[in-house]
C-alpha cells in the first residue's frame, strides 16, 4: 500500500545540508509536506504538537540523539505507531541491533538516494498496513 503524499514527515538532522538533502529526495518522489527539526528534542516537541505520517532522523545529533528521540518516541503510548526510519553514517550491526530493538522501522545508511530513501519507505509502509 502506498503511503499518502500529502502526510506531514518530519526530518530530523543538526546538519542543515543534510536536511536539504533528504527534504529534496522526499520531493523528487512526491512529497511536499516536510517539517525540519534541528536535534532530537526540537523534533520531540513538534512531534507532541503535530501528527506526522512518519519520522526520519539522524542518529548522531546533540544534546538528544536519533537513538535518544526513537527512545522517548517508542515510550509514550500516543506515539507508538508513528513510523520512524533512522539515518547514519555509519552502519554498525550493534546500532542496528540497538534500534531495531527500541522500536525503528527502517534504517537507512548515507549517502543514499530518492530510490534507495522511497524502497526504504515502502517497507515501512507495506509492513504497517500488513
Known amino acids: 500500500m502506498p503511503a499518502d503524499c500529502s502526510m506531514?514527515?518530519?526530518?530530523?538532522d543538526d546538519y542543515q545540508t543534510m536536511v536539504r538533502i533528504i527534504r529534496n529526495l522526499l520531493k523528487q518522489i512526491g512529497y511536499e509536506n516536510v517539517d525540519e527539526a534541528a536535534n532530537g528534542q526540537a523534533a520531540l516537541e513538534m512531534i507532541r504538537g503535530k501528527h506526522y505520517g512518519l519520522v526520519i532522523s539522524d542518529w548522531n545529533m546533540e544534546p538528544m540523539t536519533?537513538?535518544?528521540?526513537?527512545?522517548?518516541?517508542?515510550?509514550d503510548p500516543a506515539y507508538t505507531d508513528v513510523p520512524f526510519i533512522m539515518v547514519t553514517a555509519e552502519s554498525k550491526t550493534d546500532n542496528v541491533?540497538?534500534?531495531r530493538k527500541a522500536g525503528v522501522n527502517n534504517y537507512i545508511v548515507k549517502p543514499f538516494n530518492a530510490a534507495m530513501l522511497k524502497a526504504?519507505?515502502?517497507a515501512v509502509f507495506s509492513a504497517q498496513a500488513a
Open 97 to 99: 541491533v540497538a534500534a
Open 8 to 12: 506531514p514527515i518530519l526530518v530530523v
Open 120 to 122: 526504504k519507505m515502502d
Open 66 to 75: 536519533g537513538f535518544e528521540l526513537l527512545q522517548k518516541v517508542r515510550s
